[in-house]
């Protein structure tokens, strides 16, 4: 045993084929109307994603930030994230509560779906840490799952594979410095199990 669960693309979209190509579109057009949102109010320098994965919604954010870099601590994953997306910046880390840039250096910052896989404090480790590196009056899209009823898995072991959710105010009791300015449904494919898939929280520095 490694300690911690080896996450791999079926792990990261768990349909396929078709459902899986719709999703992917679904997903992307949601982030791009957060980020289209946030360039309003100026150009977006830098966007971090955090917690990348092979780099699925990482490509949407270069399409209106001039800098784009994804985070993650799958060896794996980062590798075909730099193999599909060669013009984008991919790091690895060893944690997400410990990425390896400056203080106050992005204007928007992703995280989608990762939080819900860890445990109480790592999450909150990383959510000082997007506070940490986003500017005053960045933006933060957080998509996660919402309804504290939600445990799959054993949160004993989280590392292993656990899923739970966390409610809004939770993420945004944690985001100090910053004003909850939207939420949405996170809207997938038809035919999921289950029709709550989590929430879309939109961020602003105040």
């Known amino acids: 045993m490694t300690g911690r669960k080896t996450w791999t693309p079926t792990d990261v979209v768990d349909v396929s084929g078709p459902p899986a190509l719709l999703r992917n579109y679904l997903e992307q057009r949601d982030v791009r109307r957060y980020l289209q949102r946030a360039a309003a109010g100026g ?16 490509p949407v954010l270069a399409e209106s930030a001039t800098y784009a870099e994804g985070f993650e601590r799958e060896t794996s994953l980062v590798a075909m994230a730099r193999q599909l997306l060669p013009a984008l910046t991919f790091t690895e880390v060893a944690s997400l509560d410990h990425l390896p ?19 109480d404090g790592l999450a909150e480790r990383v959510l000082a840490e997007i506070t940490r590196v986003a500017v005053p009056d960045a933006h933060l899209l957080l998509c996660e799952e919402t309804d504290s ?8 072991v989280a590392d292993l594979g656990d899923t739970r959710g966390r409610s809004v105010d939770w993420h945004a009791d944690r985001l100090r410095g ?29």
């Open 149 to 156: 009823a939600l445990e799959a898995g054993d949160a004993s």
């Open 101 to 119: 840039v400056a203080d106050a250096t992005a204007r928007f910052v992703l995280s989608f779906t990762v939080l819900q896989h860890m445990p």
């Open 43 to 58: 150009p977006i320098g830098r966007a971090y994603d955090v917690g990348c994965g092979f780099g699925r919604l990482t």
């Open 178 to 206: 910053f004003t909850l300015i939207e939420t949405a449904p996170r809207v997938i494919e038809p035919g999921y199990p289950r029709a709550d898939v989590g929430t879309f929280m939109f961020f602003r520095g105040r």
